[in-house]
């Protein structure tokens, strides 16, 4: 790629064959032919049956089918049918959810600019935008998005709002001089480059590079080859599912070749046990279960203002380690404030934050009234009448800037203090003006007032004016400027980030209607500086800090200046003064040397999507699950790549929204806080019903495995373990996925993602459960059996002994580690009682309804045997509450 920022217009139109008149239309069309229409070409996608057909590759879902497979063979259609439906739902669920990298190609696309004004045999003509080719001249005016890559040839007070490319938030005025070659896009003055909008001023440029060649589709390229990372949950449920295979099938084996070698039983009888074994093992609930905690938090985090694009995001969000965030439009407003107001006099910081005229001027910390600054009120007036921009309060509450963003701050600035627009300009109409240039960096207009008094404000660069100005305006007086003053305060303001303008004024001669360039030479009165900053947001202060207290690290990632990135920074509670990183320095490390600096800077300035998606390599390779927030095309490719992408709805771009797994309806970097408590809410709820379901399921495999070991008839058989499975799933487990966020859950620190979903400790907690239930269940089976009961009768004490045991254990279940020992174990959760109260009037239907009876070939039960039942549950329950309160002590004095 040419260097075209680097080379003269005369070297570009030498070097393309093209002229000030622009192409030939018979060569046009010969280019056109060469370099192929000016749009990004879709890349090769997958179909969609093999899309549909990939979401059953997955271990548990092959246990699923396995499960259903069973099933069926055992005659249990209906339970097959269920168990095939949750197959169907979420490989639908998964089918679209794909295609992410395409919509957000799709999506870049729809960016470029349908028509274009071009100069073709000395001619303007409107010409499709996807006809451009490299040579032709497109004229820019005030409003139009730039169609391709243009080397600009002629400006006037053009200014281009490059936001979405770059990340700077404000306007950029564009200059045809040649630019240093290592200058990054954001500082590539003599270039317009496609997909950005032209917000001021005229402009011609030279088609350098259309298509795929442009900068977006440069980024179109990084978004195509960016590979999507699985998530830790689908890593740890496929690992744990393919252990679980292994497990069920050498248990089901081993058990098998026990009871045919060692006890001489049929071939037939050890195929069923084996069966009843592998039913009873499989978790066939789990990614139901899974899947609906999942879709449970996707719904809270909606009334949060966080919409997922993909379920599993929800999880990984909650395991985040590092939060990379763009800070135009996330971190702050991307609505220029002005906070500090400079005179000879006084030094005014100024509250508010972003377009709402709401707030206070104040000096020392107290409000001032213009009164008591004279110099003030004028400075505030300069503003408001050397101004082109207009403010418009929206049906919908908010406030909208139409023209310039700075002139729209001043705007602000003037009503904070209590001007009126409309009769400040009725008091002082305008006679003429000299509009903003980037050559001489000024803006002059020219005011009489009803005596016929003439006067110039001029406002523009500090260091222009100050070379304009002899005097400075002082206590309502005027007085020899004190340049001294004047550079250290200007120093002061860039020191904190923020944008400096000057005001001044000069009085002309009665009834001038005119100003010229002349009159502008000497003479003017200094009135003041305005500094000018984009807050961060109120709410991203709290967030940030919460995010620090959940051990979560911000990094901020701009195109702003350094200077700029580090002062906002520091609002944030970012960085800790440590110095930034710019993308020049970045650009010059290595993959080594960037691993090493990325985990101890946190604010990287002047960054190009190239730097935004090495950096979330890096932090990746460092171990770190990485979220990405942002909302412009640059961010696209890293917000792919990031282990969660973030994008903002309201100043998003749709590139940013197709590549991210999130939205945020709200814009505001606090919802992400609230994802992440969402997110680690889910998590710990899914870890609670697998801690609650593997119990289950490994009680009922041990009491097959029991029985073929000990030479006893199975003690349930294999319609009712599908019976236990299908009630306690649909009802207990499920409740856990309703669970609220225990305490302290934001004072945790991130997981890790090699952290298994059951620590040591939960695995010993399943083996305790399962063998007290074994225990429990065997037991009382036989003894029920010795006192001469049937077979049919024992079989019905012990599956309501499995299923009571269960309910009982789910209350444990509610806290990981804390103690259910309390009322609020029992009646915190309405979902966990109406659960509970749902089974057991299941299992009174199990139990005593006739057609169960033939169905299940259960039997009635007394009184009695319910008393055993119930007793052995509540053994179940508390022994369980002595294992957590010894793992609470052990735990006290490890720390």
């Known amino acids: 790629m040419n260097n075209w920022h680097t080379r003269t217009v005369e070297e570009c139109l030498r070097l393309l064959d093209s002229s000030i008149n622009g192409l030939a239309q018979d060569e046009a069309a010969r280019r056109l032919e060469q370099y192929g229409p000016n749009s990004l070409k879709p890349p090769p996608g997958q179909s969609p049956w093999l899309r549909f057909l990939a979401q059953f590759h997955n271990v548990l879902i092959y246990i699923l089918l396995a499960a259903g497979l069973i099933t069926a063979l055992l005659g249990h259609w209906v339970d097959s049918g269920v168990i095939f439906g949750v197959v169907l739902i979420n490989a639908l669920i998964g089918f679209l959810q794909e295609g992410k990298a395409e919509r957000a190609m799709d999506a870049i696309r729809k960016m470029l600019s349908p028509s274009a004004i071009v100069l073709r045999d000395s001619h303007i003509r409107e010409t499709p935008a996807q006809q451009l080719v490299p040579g032709d001249l497109v004229q820019l005016h005030a409003g139009d998005r730039v169609p391709a890559d243009l080397r600009l040839l002629r400006v006037r007070d053009l200014r281009l709002d490059e936001a979405a490319l770059t990340g700077e938030s404000l306007p950029v005025d564009k200059q045809i001089a040649c630019t240093a070659q290592t200058a990054p896009v954001a500082e590539r003055f003599n270039m317009a480059y496609s997909g950005t909008l032209v917000t001021y001023g005229q402009g011609l440029g030279l088609v350098v590079a259309t298509g795929e060649q442009t900068e977006v589709g440069h980024i179109s390229e990084l978004l195509g080859a960016v590979h999507t990372l699985t ?519 991130p997981r890790r993602p090699d952290e298994p979903l059951l620590s040591k400790r939960l695995l010993e907690r399943v083996a305790l459960v399962s063998a007290l239930m074994v225990i429990t269940t065997f037991g009382l089976f036989i003894w029920v059996r010795q006192q001469g009961a049937s077979l049919e009768l024992a079989r019905t004490v012990a599956v309501n002994t499995l299923v009571v045991g269960e309910a009982f254990y789910l209350f444990n279940t509610r806290y990981l580690s804390a103690s259910s020992v309390n009322l609020k174990a029992f009646t915190g959760s309405r979902y966990a009682l109406i659960a509970t109260a749902t089974v057991l009037l299941f299992q009174l239907l199990f139990t005593y309804s006739a057609p169960m009876q033939t169905l299940f070939h259960t039997r009635a039960l007394e009184a009695f045997h319910w008393l055993l039942i119930a007793g052995a549950g509540l053994a179940v329950f508390l022994l369980v509450e002595v294992e957590k309160a010894w793992l609470r002590r052990g735990a006290r004095r490890e720390r």
């Open 231 to 749: 998530t830790p949950l689908l890593t740890q449920i496929a690992h744990f599912g393919r252990m679980l295979t292994l497990a069920i099938l050498a248990l089901a084996t081993l058990t098998f070749l026990f009871g045919v070698l060692i006890h001489g039983e049929p071939l037939d009888q050890m195929f069923l046990a084996g069966v009843a074994l592998a039913v009873a093992a499989i978790p066939e609930g789990l990614p139901a279960i899974i899947t609906i905690t999942l879709a449970i938090g996707v719904q809270a985090m909606a009334r949060r203002n966080v919409i997922i694009r993909r379920l599993p995001a929800v999880e990984t969000l909650g395991s985040v380690t590092v939060i990379c965030s763009d800070k135009t439009g996330t971190l702050t407003h991307n609505e220029m404030t002005v906070t500090r107001a400079v005179t000879a006099d006084c030094d005014i910081d100024v509250s508010g934050a972003g377009y709402a005229p709401q707030g206070e001027l104040l000096h020392q910390g107290r409000p001032v009234a213009l009164e008591a600054c004279p110099g003030l009120a004028e400075l505030l007036r300069a503003g408001l009448l050397c101004n082109d921009a207009e403010l418009q309060h929206d049906g919908d509450g908010q406030w909208r800037a139409h023209g310039d963003t700075m002139d729209a701050a001043l705007l602000c600035l003037a009503r904070k203090a209590g001007l009126d627009d409309n009769f400040e300009r009725s008091e002082w109409p305008r006679d003429d003006n000299i509009p903003f240039d980037s050559a001489h960096r000024f803006m002059v207009t020219l005011h009489h007032d009803h005596a016929g008094h003439g006067f110039m404000y001029i406002k523009g660069a500090p260091e222009r004016l100050f070379a304009m100005c002899d005097r400075e305006r002082h206590q309502g007086e005027e007085r020899t400027l004190h340049l001294d003053y004047w550079h250290s305060k200007q120093r002061q303001l860039g020191e904190q980030g923020q944008r400096v303008l000057a005001a001044a004024f000069r009085c002309v001669d009665d009834h001038r209607r005119s100003v010229t360039f002349e009159d502008l030479e000497q003479g003017l009165t200094l009135l003041g500086l305005y500094g000018f900053t984009d807050p961060p947001r109120e709410d991203a202060l709290h967030a940030v800090a919460a995010c620090h207290e959940a051990g979560i690290a911000v990094k901020m990632i701009t195109g702003d200046h350094a200077t700029t990135a580090r002062a906002i920074a520091a609002r944030l509670g970012i960085n800790h003064g440590r110095a930034a990183l710019s993308g020049e320095q970045l650009e010059a490390m290595d993959d080594t040397a960037l691993q090493q600096a990325v985990m101890a800077i946190d604010v990287f300035a002047r960054a190009s999507p190239e730097h935004k998606l090495r950096l979330v390599q890096a932090l990746q390779v460092r171990g770190q699950v990485t979220a990405m927030t942002g909302d412009g095309v640059n961010d696209a490719p890293a917000l792919k790549r990031a282990d969660v992408g973030v994008a903002m709805g309201r100043k998003g771009t749709e590139a940013a929204k197709e590549a991210a797994e999130m939205v945020i309806t709200d814009d505001h970097f606090a919802s992400i806080v609230a994802g992440v408590e969402e997110g680690r809410t889910v998590y710990d709820n899914i870890r609670k019903s697998i801690l609650f379901i593997l119990p289950t399921n490994g009680a009922e495999a041990l009491v097959v495995v029991a029985a073929v070991l000990l030479g006893y008839m199975l003690p349930i058989t294999p319609a009712q373990i599908l019976w236990v499975n299908m009630i306690t799933a649909v009802t207990l487990a499920l409740s856990l996925a309703f669970e609220p966020a225990e305490r302290n859950l934001m004072q945790r620190p």
